[in-house]
């Protein structure tokens, strides 16, 4: 039995695919990646996915249309780097800047799926004054495409970390559109508001971390065993994959120097609570606060975001619960960036949350 037909663009490591696996009722047709690891990782948890390790502007229409197997697809979902669009006017010139951009948009002109989803950096609103998301707007606008946008923060969906992404999606012309509403909030927000909601209260980085196994400073292994699950968020990870084993799990060696600073720092703090003599000129170095949820997890989470309990920065399996992956879903490549490749950092920073992906997938099933 087939699920509804999904292929996922620029789909790195595979947050976006899992979310949808994961909420049940889908089936990725295709992804594509350029990225040689995070294609591995990608085939790895999703081996019956069809997955193609190549720029997306290399697969004209005919190949596109033959790797979708003559299926109706019915969701486009993926975020292209967006970063120095180049615009004229209001409009996005053939420039090499806007290059990955328009080949999303030539994607789902090729494919005419019901809906897409689009995800990006929440300063995609601001760029360039709005011009950038004017020009976005009409590119779609041009394909036959209504479209909603909104910032969601991942906080307000259940995921321990307070990460807001740009999120749009597009409809077929005459279909209704909306957006998810929210499911999390503070703790004292959470009883009954003026139109009648009530929420969860966030997951925090505690709910989420409080049984990994504890490393001292370069400690770990790539695969280790599993400890109890201690709260409702962990066992929601657990995954199915591979019960009982946890992957991804290496603690980076600091210095003493480093190790001074970062004992130095109180949970909630960055470089500037620090004493003048422990302090440097990188300002964004934070420490973890453990009853709330976590600022955004990025790709140097190694070095700017302080576990809340150890003096050393995050450990991809950390950064991954905190992203919202299960335990079982594995990572590969390098944890340096000397290579040619993305790193396992990268991937996990780069992802979309799978529980905020799960969410939008259950919500355009009512729109299809």
Not at 31 to 41: E, R, S
Not at 133 to 150: H, M, P, Q, R, V
Not at 208 to 217: C, G, N, T
Not at 350 to 363: F, G, Q
Request: net charge neutral; glycine share 8%.
């Amino acid at each position: 039995m087939t699920g509804i037909a999904t292929v996922d663009l620029f789909c790195g490591a595979g947050g976006f695919t899992e979310g949808f696996r994961k909420a049940g009722g889908f089936e990725t047709v295709l992804a594509i990646d350029f990225d040689k690891q995070a294609v591995a990782t990608f085939s790895h948890n999703h081996p019956t996915v069809p997955v193609v390790c190549r720029d997306v502007a290399s697969i004209d229409t005919q190949e596109l249309l033959a790797l979708t197997k003559g299926r109706d697809v019915d969701i486009v979902i993926g975020g292209p780097p967006c970063q120095g669009f180049s615009l004229a006017g209001s409009r996005l010139p053939d420039d090499p800047k806007n290059r990955l951009f328009k080949e999303f948009v030539r994607v789902v002109d090729v494919l005419k799926p019901k809906v897409f989803i689009f995800e990006n950096v929440a300063g995609l609103v601001s760029m360039q004054r709005g011009l950038v998301l004017e020009a976005i707007c009409n590119e779609f606008a041009k394909i036959g495409y209504e479209i909603l946008y909104d910032i969601l923060n991942s906080a307000k969906f259940g995921v321990p970390q307070a990460r807001p992404r740009f999120i749009m999606i597009g409809t077929s012309a005459g279909k209704r559109i909306s957006m998810p509403l929210q499911t999390h909030a503070a703790t004292e927000n959470c009883n009954l508001d003026l139109f009648g909601n009530s929420y969860t209260p966030f997951v925090t980085v505690e709910e989420a971390l409080s049984s990994l196994p504890f490393l001292e400073q370069g400690q770990g292994n790539e695969v280790m065993y599993s400890l109890p699950c201690k709260t409702d968020y962990q066992k929601s990870i657990v995954g199915n994959r591979v019960p009982g084993l946890l992957y991804n799990h290496r603690a980076t060696c600091h210095s003493q120097t480093i190790i001074d600073r970062y004992s130095a720092m109180p949970q909630g703090g960055d470089i500037r609570s620090l004493p003048p003599e422990l302090r440097t000129k990188k300002n964004n170095v934070f420490k973890l606060l453990e009853k709330v949820p976590s600022r955004t997890i990025t790709c140097n989470f190694r070095t700017d975001i302080i576990h809340p309990w150890q003096p050393r920065g995050l450990t991809t399996r950390e950064a991954a619960r905190l992203q919202s992956f299960d335990d079982d879903y594995q990572f590969f490549g390098n944890l340096t960036r000397k290579a040619r490749y993305v790193t396992q950092d990268d991937q996990v920073g780069n992802a979309v949350p799978p529980l905020l992906a799960k969410v939008l997938a259950t919500h355009v099933k009512e729109i299809l």
